[in-house]
């Protein structure tokens, strides 16, 4: 063993613990294992002054022989815990002598980028439902509208009636004029205005009916006012308070895709972590 590879290996514990993550060291010279050090959950089962031809497809077999460093991600498939493993050539005068491989747990990585690929699936759900609030909100806000400004053409329609309600009843009352003038006519008459004296009374009575019946028309008209301008008030009410659920639905909005922003930078954080 070289002075290099026996420095590499008497440190180990030291280099372990320079490691964030759970660590499995490993240290080799040309033909077999001279170091070995598990990790807490990663254990590849090996033994110090195993032959290295034992693990010919290993990484470390590998840098052995093509003297090139090798990074590897390996899926929690192999050991239960997914782990990345780098190796690098250990060299003297231009030759390799020997490898040194970490293999580092890259759980939390994993956990974090599953994460962000949750919540990036989640948000994009929440994105799609607040749009689809936005849309119905401002459809019952167009409506709104419409019902407004129909409330409003009704008011005006209303007063149409009134005016023609005041006609009627300026027609009755000259009716009932005309009526009273016809009996005193046909009073005057004597008999001879009996039969004029009849059709007089009906246009008194026609008179008066009309003018009764415009009375109750009025009536109802007034009340059917009083409740457009109540239907009128709370289409207004409803219409501020859809205005300030659209200006909130536009602030959710906005937030979700200020959170979509952060998740997928965390798992394209991730993501470039596996392949650094």
Do not use: W
């Not at 290295?52 to 090798?70: D, F, N, P, W």
């Not at 849309?135 to 409003?152: R, V």
């Not at 006609?167 to 006519?185: F, M, P």
């Not at 003018?211 to 006012?225: G, M, V, W, Y």
């Amino acid at each position: 063993m070289t002075h290099q590879l026996r420095e590499i290996a008497e440190n180990l514990p030291i280099i372990q613990q320079s490691y964030p993550e759970d660590t499995c060291l490993i240290l080799s010279d040309k033909e077999k294992i001279i170091g070995y050090l598990p990790g807490e959950a990663i254990d590849l089962k090996l033994k110090v002054g195993e032959s290295m031809s034992k693990y010919k497809k290993s990484a470390t077999y590998r840098v052995l022989q093509t003297g090139e460093k090798i990074r590897e991600e390996i899926p929690a498939d192999m050991l239960g815990v997914p782990y990345i493993s780098t190796c690098t050539p250990i060299k003297q005068n231009g030759q390799v002598i020997g490898a040194f491989a970490a293999v580092v747990s890259n759980q939390k990585m994993e956990d974090l980028r599953k994460g962000a690929e949750k919540l990036s699936s989640v948000i994009s759900q929440m994105t799609a439902f607040s749009e689809e609030i936005a849309a119905i909100t401002n459809s019952s806000a167009d409506k709104l509208q419409e019902l407004s400004q129909q409330s409003e053409a009704m008011k005006n329609n209303m007063k149409s009636v009134e005016r023609i309600i005041q006609q009627v009843k300026e027609i009755s009352s000259r009716s009932n004029i005309l009526g009273l003038n016809a009996s005193i006519e046909a009073a005057r008459s004597g008999e001879f205005g009996r039969g004029f004296s009849v059709v007089a009374n009906e246009i008194r009575k026609m008179a008066a009916n009309s003018n009764s019946a415009a009375e109750d028309i009025q009536q109802q008209l007034e009340l059917t006012q009083k409740e457009i301008s109540k239907i009128n008030a709370s289409i207004q009410e409803i219409a501020a308070q859809t205005e300030e659920q659209s200006a909130s639905t536009q602030e959710f909005h906005s937030m979700v895709e200020r959170i979509s922003d952060t998740a997928e930078l965390l798992n394209k954080h991730g993501k470039t972590h596996q392949k650094a």
